[in-house]
């Protein structure tokens, strides 16, 4: 019920006051048509009114680090838009609901975006599973729909675009550099959930194409504080670098704890547990390492530099901006414009517009694969120095042929 | 032999985490009767408290986090707990639940929900029996298994101890003898609970701190209190140990994911071979049984 | 059949059913599409709820694991619609693994040695270890991906269905077990595990009955939320939805259907308003409010509603269940047998850790004989009767009911065979009025007599709580109960205790009477020498663990050991 408005002039978010919120929901619960039978007034008038966002975030459970980052850049994103003058002329409204990380909460979200809130566009999730949930939803209801974090979801639809990056982007090039660099005996860890066996998928592949050899793999549940048996395992293979996906608090404890047992001495480290979030915990333990990314808040340009300057103003905070937010800034204004070139909000109408969008992103110009719906833009090697994710290389646009069932 | 050697550190390592925390969730389960479900958040809190006053000198810290515990303790028992004990297991049970949830939530407000890390005192390893070991690992181990080895000489061999035993064993036996219960039930919840808060504290060093940090500690510590014979003080202690020995041999030996399976497995077999919890005192054990008619 | 469905269904129920039915019904003609799935969700979460009920609130039995059942069913349906498994056969298997994981758990922490805690650490390793193994089998489940249901009958074909089935379920396991005679040694367990076994109840056989019934119902809750939920992963069985639904009982309210609705629809559709209207910060106000209920509203709002519309005392005692038996003869389980003695102790005994208590016990009691047991202070009669009555093991030496060996069969078994048993402590239940305690103990009656006008009294107090009862009262209720419950052998301790003289003397007269005409056989320990004289065939005296002698009561006094000992005459 959350309708917040991003006025021209006001930087201001606004909620509506909680009394008013409350008796809104009241009335739609108790509203005079009901299920059955009752008219569908969104039937027809609509084309041109203001174009409506439901935004999925879960700002709260154990996601909530993403998931605040995502809802960040992305309401810097509709900020801009509507300073720019909004969509069809008129300011994008956005309803915004916490998922939660959790399933059942996704799926009646998704459900309450499409049905009562009848919103043109779904944007978010963190975790797959909720994805997932919320993008059935969005298709069976005929809404298109997005994400925005890195990751290896086989899900796809006629109305299902993308912005993460998946782990063929992440790894191409990275992995060979780190062969060179370090050598042939590659350790993976990971926690123990699809996305980290899938990178892992692929980073098996690309390590034996780049002549390396994969030492020890090991996989930990979510929430493991206790790596000494893993560390154990992963230094008696004696590897040169290590290829990390662990994840959330487990990435620090994973991080901390392999420095003390002395498993990164000589060693290198890259993967998502060196990702911009994890750097204000683990600091010098990540500086002078290399990362791939598509978004750092040290490229180049006046976009992304009043994009940093409006982030840290409007959230008081200097660490590393993490990649989602940079994702989600342009991926909202991606659709803004696929809109704007479509001319109305019709699902079929936009995602044609998406499928051949070429647009300029923060880090150069951004566009979908039409047949497999990964989203493609520039990658860049950073390495990391005292908070800085500093540019060294730009490796263009990485293609991904992986085969997904998107019509 | 040395695969042997790091088996034992990291056994002993997490025997001083878990022992520090199951004795403080065995006295307030002991003595009050009470589950307490948001013991790992005391342990979140402990942590946190080592992040905020990054400042402070590393052991002086670790008192200011005691003192906290202390003080957050009381302040819980008093406003929560006092008046929910004669309602039994599931009242207290769910308040805790209750107070869990706020703890995390207040942690996630104040310092969010990006992790967070505390730097460690003692850099460096130390050679064990041809195997290096961290240094602060070793230290905290034996620093927590002091911190117990002196609260179960103080329950076992001061008269305060005894008090605190009379009246776990009999609440009004030991109203009759004097001992004010009201003050021994929220001395205890406070000793207890800031058990976990010293634990947090002391392990922060190797934690990735977030607000949800605290739910992995309550499973292990509720074992360890629960598969040994409850109403012995020494028992959760021990209990430690078993779970500490099981999960680093069977992490040792198996993946992790599957070694959390046989983990649970195990304990389900522990508990319907011994549903009493089990026995150190096999030998009479067996003779009493042995006496039964065949 | 139709007189036991109108014992059953009352003129309230009906038009509580009807109305719910209605409501039901209507909802879809009132709601706009999104509430409607809210409210589909949390009539599953409430089906879910009310699953746990049974267990936790109805028969006591601890469970902090209960979403592994709830996503055991979710699973099932979830895995029969990926791979094309008739929906029906994959519900079915769901609640077959529910089941089966729910008889281990419960033959492993509800036996007669477990303690209360034991389930506690069972259930959770459970519902750890079932979500852990939904992650890690990902060929069956997908993984943390999960796997998708789709639901094909729209927003209001899934309602109805949901609304049918939950409605279905609720009533029939209210009308089988919650109105039958599980419901009744539900409420006698749990408010007095003592004295329910010594009717004859199967304490560890009613709980695990109740949490297999209490699993099944989480399972098909889960089965019927897989359409609604849209995508099940692994967290839905979880530690935190296995605390989730605990929550929703404490707010609605411990040990009634609408509690349990109510609960899981609050907080469902308060998580919805609640998050719109104050964000991220509504968790925290949720363990607020929790934290307020638990601490200011102990039975839930359930409770709170009932404290302000007052409903009669022994509807709220009852919880819901019907406490007085069918009226219908039960089964003869007469014990009598031709000649021999009807109760028999063979060389006893027992044993407290280093402490010897009986010390070689032997006694036989005939049929329809007053037999008292007396002696000084730790002479081990009490001790004694614990064991005959199945309350102790001993250490050696057998005891038989009626020619058989009962030495290794718990106490509930023993009643069965028509042994009657009264506590030194009055043990009858507490939270129950009078009558209704009569009415229990009758409908679990092994054959009871003809209703003894002397109990008038009881029957017709049915506005006061038996704790509110004076002591001496609260013993006659014992009495009264083991009484009408129709016993064989009835074995007292020091059934006089705190009584006036006039009183002893004049129980003593009405045990004498009953047990003339009943032919009850009667065990007593007593400590009253004028209530022994008066009632006793035979005296047994017990000293130091030993019979020291036994006779008439003027054979006994005149003994000189008996006198030193006991009598403590020089």
């Given amino acids: 019920m959350v309708v917040h408005t991003f006025e021209a002039a006001g930087v201001i978010r606004r909620r509506r006051l909680a009394v008013a919120g409350a008796s809104a929901l009241l009335l739609a619960l108790s509203a005079c048509g009901g299920s059955v039978g009752g008219g569908d007034s969104a039937e027809g008038g609509d084309e041109q009114g203001p174009v409506k966002i439901g935004m999925l975030a879960p700002i709260t459970g154990p996601a909530a680090p993403e998931g605040i980052a995502l809802q960040r850049g992305f309401d810097l994103a509709i900020e801009h838009i509507n300073d720019a003058g909004g969509v069809f002329g008129q300011p994008v409204e956005v309803v915004f609901i916490d998922d939660q990380a959790d399933p059942a909460t996704a799926t009646q979200a998704a459900q309450r975006l499409v049905q009562q809130e009848d919103v043109d566009y779904i944007f978010g999730t963190i975790t797959d599973d909720t994805t997932i949930a919320a993008a059935n939803v969005a298709e069976q209801a005929g809404v298109p729909m997005s994400q925005a974090i890195a990751t290896a979801l086989d899900f796809c639809s006629p109305h299902f675009w993308p912005f993460g990056e998946t782990p063929t982007q992440l790894l191409t090039d990275l992995v060979p550099r780190m062969v060179e660099e370090f050598g042939p005996n590659v350790a993976l860890v990971g926690n123990d959930y699809v996305f980290p066996r899938t990178y892992h998928e692929v980073s098996r592949q690309l390590i034996e194409e780049a002549g390396g050899t994969v030492v020890a793999e090991e996989y930990a549940p979510l929430g493991t504080s206790d790596w000494q048996p893993v560390i154990n395992r992963l230094g008696s293979a004696a590897p040169d670098w290590i290829l990390s996906a662990v994840v959330g608090g487990d990435a620090v404890s994973f991080v901390q704890q392999a420095d003390q047992f002395g498993l990164l001495e000589n060693r290198g480290l890259t993967g998502v547990s060196v990702d911009q979030q994890f750097y204000p915990a683990l600091g010098a333990l990540l500086d002078g390492r290399n990362q791939v990314v598509r978004y750092s808040d040290q490229l180049p340009g006046d976009v992304n530099e009043q994009f940093v300057a409006d982030y840290r103003a409007a959230y008081g905070t200097e660490d590393p901006i993490p990649g989602v937010a940079g994702n989600a800034y342009d991926g909202m204004r991606f659709i803004a414009e696929a809109f704007e070139q479509a001319g109305s909000t019709d699902a079929d109408a936009v995602s044609a517009e998406i499928a051949e969008l070429e647009f300029e992103g923060l880090g150069g110009e951004m566009t979908f694969d039409p047949d497999n719906h990964v989203a493609l833009a520039p990658m860049y090697l950073t390495r990391i120095d005292g908070g800085a994710y500093a540019i060294e290389e730009e490796l263009g646009v990485i293609s991904d042929d992986q085969v997904k069932d998107c019509g | 032999m040395e695969s042997l050697v790091t088996l034992g550190l990291s056994t002993l390592s997490l025997f001083g985490f878990y022992a520090l925390l199951a004795l403080g969730m065995g006295l307030v389960f002991g003595q009050l009767g009470v589950v307490n479900v948001a013991h790992g958040e005391f342990v979140m809190v402990g942590a946190y408290a080592m992040y905020a006053f990054d400042a402070v000198p590393f052991p002086l810290r670790v008192l200011v986090a005691v003192v906290l515990g202390v003080a957050l303790s009381l302040l819980t028992e008093r406003a929560i707990l006092r008046k929910l004990y004669v309602r039994g297991m599931l009242a207290t049970l769910l308040a805790m639940w209750g107070l869990a949830i706020v703890l995390r939530q207040l942690a996630e407000a104040v310092f969010g929900a990006t992790p967070r890390s505390v730097a460690s005192p003692v850099q460096g390893s130390v050679e064990v029996l041809g195997v290096q070991y961290p240094a602060y690992r070793l230290v905290v181990a034996l620093v927590s298994l002091a911190v117990v080895a002196v609260a179960l000489i103080v329950v076992y061999r001061t008269s305060l101890g005894l008090k605190l035993r009379a009246s776990i064993d009999n609440r009004d036996m030991a109203a009759v003898l004097g001992i004010p219960p009201r003050l021994m039930i929220a001395g205890t919840f406070a000793v207890g609970t800031t058990l976990a808060v010293l634990a947090g504290a002391l392990q922060s060093p190797v934690l990735g701190l977030t607000p949800g940090l605290g739910v992995a500690f309550l499973a292990p510590a509720f074992f360890a209190v629960l598969v040994v014979r409850p109403g012995s003080l020494a028992g959760p202690v021990m209990g430690a140990l078993v779970v500490a020995l099981l999960s680093s041999l069977l992490r040792r030996y198996l993946t992790e994911t599957v070694a959390d399976l046989f983990f649970f497995a195990a304990l389900v077999v522990l508990i319907a071979v011994r549903p009493a919890g089990l026995s150190w005192r096999l030998p009479r054990w067996s003779s009493t049984r042995s006496k039964q008619p065949a | ?570």
Avoid at chain 3, 89 to 105: C, E, F, H, K, Y
Avoid at chain 3, 288 to 308: C, I, K, N
């Fill in chain 3, 1 to 570: 059949m139709i007189a036991a469905l109108r014992r059953r269904v009352g003129r309230g129920h009906a038009l509580a059913l009807v109305g719910a039915a209605l409501a039901l019904a209507a909802a879809p003609f009132l709601l706009l599409p999104y509430p409607l799935t809210l409210l589909t969700l949390a009539l599953v979460y409430g089906l879910f709820a009310f699953g746990l009920d049974i267990a936790w609130g109805r028969a006591g039995v601890v469970s902090i694991g209960h979403a592994a059942f709830f996503g055991l069913g979710a699973y099932g349906a979830a895995i029969a619609s990926a791979r094309d498994i008739p929906v029906l056969l994959g519900v079915a298997g769901g609640v077959v693994a529910a089941l089966v994981l729910a008889l281990v758990i419960g033959l492993a922490g509800l036996g007669r040695r477990a303690l209360a805690s034991t389930m506690a650490v069972l259930t959770l390793a459970l519902t750890l270890a079932v979500s852990q193994g939904a992650r890690s089998w990902t060929g069956l489940t997908n993984g943390s991906n999960g796997l998708v249901v789709l639901s094909d009958s729209g927003v209001v074909g899934t309602y109805y269905r949901t609304a049918g089935i939950v409605l279905g379920t609720v009533v029939v396991v209210w009308l089988i077990v919650l109105r039958g005679s599980l419901g009744r040694r539900f409420v006698a367990i749990r408010l007095n595990q003592q004295r329910a076994e010594h009717l004859g109840i199967d304490p560890w056989r009613t709980k695990l009955i109740a949490l297999l019934i209490s699993a099944g119902i989480s399972a098909l809750a889960g089965a019927v939320a897989a359409p609604v939920i849209g995508l099940i992963s692994p967290s839905i069985s979880g530690i935190v939805m296995s605390t989730e639904v605990l929550v929703w009982l404490a707010v609605g309210g411990l040990g009634t259907i609408t509690g349990a609705f109510l609960g899981a629809g609050l907080v469902t559709i308060g998580n919805q308003l609640l998050g719109d209207v104050i964000g991220s910060w509504y968790l925290l106000m949720m363990g607020v409010l929790f934290l307020l209920v638990v601490r200011f509203a102990p039975e839930g709002l359930v409770g709170v509603v009932r404290s302000v519309i007052r409903r009669p005392l022994r509807e709220k005692a009852a919880g819901g269940a019907v406490l007085a038996g069918t009226g219908a003869p039960p089964p003869d389980r007469s014990t009598a047998t031709a000649g021999g003695p009807v109760l028999r102790a063979r060389d006893v005994e027992k044993d407290f850790g280093p402490v010897p208590v009986i010390q070689g016990i032997d006694l036989d009691v005939a049929a329809g004989e007053v037999v008292c047991l007396i002696g000084p202070n730790g002479a081990g009669k009490t001790t004694f009767l614990a064991v005959l009555a199945g309350e102790h093991v001993p250490e050696r030496g057998r005891v038989w009911i009626a020619g058989r060996d009962v030495t290794a069969r718990p106490a509930h078994e023993r009643a069965r065979m028509g042994l009657g048993r009264m506590f030194q402590i009055p043990s009858v239940f507490l939270e129950l009025t009078p009558a209704q305690n009569l009415a229990l103990a009758r409908a679990e009656g092994v054959h009871p007599p003809a209703p003894l006008a002397l109990y008038d009294r009881f029957t017709s107090t049915d506005d006061m709580l038996a704790k509110d009862l004076p002591l001496a009262d609260r013993r006659a209720l014992e009495l009264a109960m083991a009484l009408s419950w129709g016993p064989e052998i009835l074995l007292l301790d020091e059934p006089a205790a705190g009584l006036s003289h006039e009183d002893s003397v004049a129980l003593a007269r009405t045990l004498r009477e009953v047990a003339e005409r009943t032919g009850c056989t009667l065990v007593a320990v007593e400590h009253d020498m004028e209530i022994v004289r008066e009632l006793a065939d035979r005296v047994v005296v017990l000293a130091d663990g030993r019979i020291l002698v036994e006779g008439s009561m003027d054979e006994v006094s005149a003994h000189d050991e008996v006198r030193r000992a006991y009598l403590g005459v020089a």
